[in-house]
Structure formats: C-alpha cells, structure tokens
C-alpha cells in the first residue's frame, strides 16, 4: 500500500515533485520555529464537539497537512486557526489558539484582525462575482481602509500577488473582466492570490483542490510547495498521496481527536499508532 | 407498449398545447396594445405631452400636468418604499431565523395582498384628514406603501440566492461583518435588487385606487406636494367616464403613455438583469 501510495502520486500527477523531495527534504525537516501552537482547543456545535483537546505545534515557514476521514473535525480546527469557526450559528470554542506568540482568542482580540493575517482558502473557489479581477485581487485590501497595506500601490501589490500565485501570465490581459470568466482552477488560484496580496504570515486551505481537474491541482499543489518557503501553511485534504506531496508534516484526525502528528514520510511509512495505520492503509475511512 | 409512431403524435399534440398556452398568455397583452395604439395614437401628438386639458369643446388640449404628477408620485414612492423594502429585505436575509423576521416576512406577505383601495383609505386617515386637504405626498405615500412588501421580499429572495461561500471568504479576508454584508453580499445581489425595484414601480405606476382619495388628481399645473397633483390613471378615469367624445379619445391617449412608462420601465428592469451576467461592475 505505502508503495502504491508513492507510485501512484508520481505516475498519476506530479512526478517531478514527490520523486526527488521524499528522501532528501522531508526527513531533514526538524520543526522551525513554532508558529501555531493549540493548546486544549475544543470547537463545539451546540452542545456537540467538533474537535476535543487539541494541543499541537505547527513550525513556521512550513506546509502542515491535516487527514482524517469525513466528519473527524478537519476543517473545524482548521477553522478554528481564524477564527471562523465562530461565525457559524450555535458555535463555541474553548482553549487557546497562539499564532507567532499572540493568543487569537485572547479578550482583547477581534476576530476580523486575527482574520487580516490568516487567511484561508476554501473547498470551492469563491471569487466575488460583482467584481473583477483585478478588484477581486484587492478585495483584501480593502478589508481595513485605514491600513497600511490599503494606502500602497495596488496595481502593483495586485500584480505581485498573481505572480506569487502563479496566475500573472493567464490573466494579465483580463484584470478588468469579470473574475466569473476564468476557469475553476485559474478562479481557485485567484483566491490563492487574493489571501496572498494581503500578505499573511500564515495560510489555511480548505481541501482547496477537491472541486479541480487533475491538471488544476497539479498547479495548485505546486503553489502551495513554493508557499512554504515564505508563509507557513495548513492544509487539509481528504487525499492522502497529496498530503504525501505537498507537505512536510502531517496530523491524523479520528473523531475529532488528534491522533498522530509526525514528519509526512514517516507518517506514512511507519505510524506510531494503529489506528494512523489502519487509516492510511485503507481498512476504514 | 406503445409504438414508436404513438408516441411521436402525443409528444406532438402536448407541445402542440404547450404553444397554445404560451399564445394565449400573450395574448391579451397584445390585443391590449394594438387596440390602445389604434384608439389612442391618433390623439397622441406632441402638444398632448407638452400641454395642458382643455375645457370641453375646445380642441387640442394635453396632460402635461398629468404625466409630470405621475413621475413626481413615482417619484416619491420610491424615496419612501425603496429604503425601508431594500432594508427590510437586507434585514431579512441576514437574520433569517429570528422571530421578528419571521413575523416581517409573513406580515410583507400579508401587505402585499392587501387591496390597494384599503392603503388609500389608510394614507388618507393619516395623511389627509389631519391636514385637512389632498397632496402629493399622500399619493406617493401611498403608493411607496405598497412598493414597500414586493421590494422587501424580492430584496430578501435576491439575497438570499447568494451563497454562504462568498459571506465567509470576505469574513475570512477580514471584512467585518457590515462590510462582508453591503460591499459582497449586497454588491453580488445589486443587479437583482434593483431589477425587483424596477418591477415594483411598474407595478404602482398605474394604481389608480391608492390616489382617489390621496393625491385626488388636478385639473391645473401643480407640482407641489402639498397640493393635490395629477397622475396619469386618475386623468384617464375621469376621462373615460365623460359624456364627451374627444375626452374619450384623450383618455385612450394617456392609457397609451401609461403604458408606455410600465413597459419602458420594465424593459430597463430586463436589461439591468441582463448586464448582471455581461461585462463586470466595477
């Protein structure tokens, strides 16, 4: 199975990516610099948790992806990271969130600022419909009016943030078209470019390939490994030959429960518990 | 089993209906315009749009006076309705399950099958017996009374088409919550929104019932809201229910103009929808 895992990811997508980065960088990773750190985070819908007791480290400046089967809570640590979760109807949270030493869910936080710098990308590409491509690369900019970023050129931090996201090229000729026109993949990596060009220091991706073409995901998953090298980056996704891929570490999720976080490969080649094992290896999930 | 050939005719004879249906439900618009264009368009000439009524006997003649106090009713109604119904019907959708909104939404419903003789009978309860004499501005309150519950809902619909997904990634990029919901939500729904603004004031536009007793109607150039004022509807059933001949002939004119506003208006309301999904805003 493991070996399945490495020769299907890199006959099927990318075989230019796993092949020569599995060996060398993953085992080198030790973790930076903590830059997320949980400690005891509950999420609650109504009286139900989503997510139970979570302590975990994720470093800076590299990609953390998080698995686990449906409904075991993914997306909602992910989005207990900024703070969304609480915008849902009937939500808690419960213990603390540090993000480069600043608790988020500390009393004299506002969700909107933790929000500025964390941004997040979702399972389907959100362009906002009534804008065009160029406003909705500025989108974020305009989240805070007053801010620093909103008073800088922003034809050319819009022009960065495409190229950042790889999308300057197929779009440079369309920046006052209606975004709606692009693909799904060019729309998925514009909201790549609209976190972007608010500059965060860290970026939450939402199963951001899981409506794409292969082809799309290819370039996503590229993007989100030259990411790394100047945001630290979470991601979740229900397919585990791209965790395989793109990340450097990995968190198991059961039930809400955080079971294993470990270097990716040996995640994957040799979990500490069974249950990781059993997931990863196909017996449920 | 049916046969091959069977099943070809009822398929045939059912489409066959399908078109007579569609027929018939343009039908009487159609005859609608070509009588009025017969009866009225000999009338119709530039001095029917530039001047005033005549007496009786006199030839000529037009309602100036009449079409301006339709615009200036217009008018008012939509100061007065399109706010309150564009914020009721924001309030709605983003409140959706509170009990005050859902009292609204039944309450908007209510109002708009209320019988427009009854808001007449209202605004001139409060609007005009206190004061002691007819206005525009009773008019047009009146009127903007009634755009109120179909610009609320069709706003709320409007809204409520645009998705979670694009609430939560401006909430996500930082927006604040007022923000996420004019500069994203409303934005995305504007071309709605104003479509469903467009087509409520086509719907008040020839009310007749709200302005007997509100804005009464003028035989004079007046155009003072505090004054009565003429509208097009009221002048065409005053003229439609005279003995005289050319008053006939004048009412058929002014119900060709009416008509001309409502369906000028409504095609404004097509085109709006239309650019929605055309060139981009911004």
Redesign the interface.
């Known amino acids: 199975m493991l070996q399945s895992i490495e020769v299907s990811s890199g006959a099927r997508v990318i075989p230019r990516v796993v092949a020569p980065r599995a060996a060398e960088a993953r085992e080198a990773v030790t973790p930076g610099k903590p830059c997320i750190i949980t400690s005891h985070l509950w999420a609650f819908f109504g009286d139900a948790p989503a997510i139970k007791d979570i302590s975990m480290v994720v470093p800076q400046q590299a990609v953390t992806a998080i698995i686990g089967p449906s409904g075991c809570g993914k997306s909602t640590l992910l989005r207990c990271i900024n703070r969304m979760h609480e915008t849902g109807p009937n939500t808690r949270v419960d213990g603390q969130v540090e993000i480069l030493g600043s608790a988020i869910y500390g009393d004299e936080t506002s969700p909107t600022a933790v929000r500025r710098h964390v941004g997040m990308v979702f399972q389907r590409p959100t362009p906002f419909p009534a804008m065009s491509v160029r406003t909705n690369v500025a989108a974020g900019l305009r989240a805070d009016p007053k801010s620093r970023l909103a008073k800088q050129n922003v034809d050319e931090i819009v022009e960065e943030a495409l190229h950042r996201a790889g999308l300057w090229e197929e779009v440079k000729d369309r920046l006052n078209e209606s975004a709606m026109t692009l693909s799904g993949g060019q729309q998925q990596r514009l909201c790549i470019a609209r976190t972007l060009a608010t500059r965060p220091r860290v970026i939450l991706l939402d199963e951001p390939t899981a409506s794409l073409d292969p082809l799309s995901t290819q370039k996503v998953e590229e993007l989100v490994y030259q990411l790394r090298e100047t945001v630290t980056v979470v991601i979740v996704t229900h397919n585990m030959q791209q965790a395989a891929r793109v990340s450097d570490r990995t968190a198991f999720l059961l039930a809400g429960e955080l079971i294993e976080l470990a270097p990716t490969n040996g995640l994957f080649t040799a979990p500490t518990d069974p249950r990781t094992e059993a997931y990863i290896t196909g017996r449920f999930g | 089993m049916k046969t091959r050939l069977a099943r070809h005719w009822i398929s045939g004879v059912m489409i066959g209906l399908t078109y007579l249906a569609a027929v018939l439900a343009t039908l009487p618009l159609l005859l609608i315009l070509a009588h009025l264009l017969k009866k009225g368009a000999t009338s119709l000439s530039l001095s029917f749009f530039t001047s005033m009524p005549k007496p009786v006997g006199e030839a000529g003649g037009g309602m100036a006076n009449a079409i301006v106090g339709t615009l200036i009713l217009i008018g008012i109604a939509c100061m007065i309705g399109l706010p309150i119904g564009i914020g009721a019907g924001i309030y709605l959708s983003e409140k959706r399950s509170r009990p005050l909104a859902q009292s609204v939404r039944f309450l908007s419903d209510v109002l708009n099958g209320l019988p427009s003789i009854v808001m007449g009978i209202f605004a001139w309860e409060f609007l005009v017996r206190p004061v002691g004499h007819f206005s525009a501005l009773a008019g047009g309150a009146a009127l903007g009374a009634m755009m109120i519950p179909l610009v609320t809902r069709t706003t709320e619909e409007m809204l409520k088409v645009v998705?979670i997904?694009?609430r939560?990634?401006?909430?996500?990029?930082?927006?604040?919550r007022w923000?996420t919901s004019l500069?994203?939500v409303v934005?995305?729904a504007?071309a709605g929104i104003a479509t469903g603004a467009l087509v409520a004031v086509a719907r008040i536009a020839g009310e007749t019932a709200p302005l007997l007793f509100t804005a009464f109607g003028n035989q004079f150039w007046s155009t003072s809201l505090r004054e009565p004022i003429a509208a097009l509807p009221l002048q065409i059933f005053t003229y439609a229910i005279s003995p005289y001949d050319e008053w006939h002939a004048q009412a058929w004119a002014g119900a060709l103009v009416l008509i001309s506003i409502v369906l000028v208006i409504s095609l404004a309301a097509r085109l709006v929808t239309r650019s929605r999904f055309g060139?981009?805003?911004?």
Do not use: F, K
């Open positions: 998705p997904s694009l939560e990634a401006a909430l996500a990029l930082g927006y604040p923000r500069s994203v934005r995305t504007l060139a981009p805003v911004d």
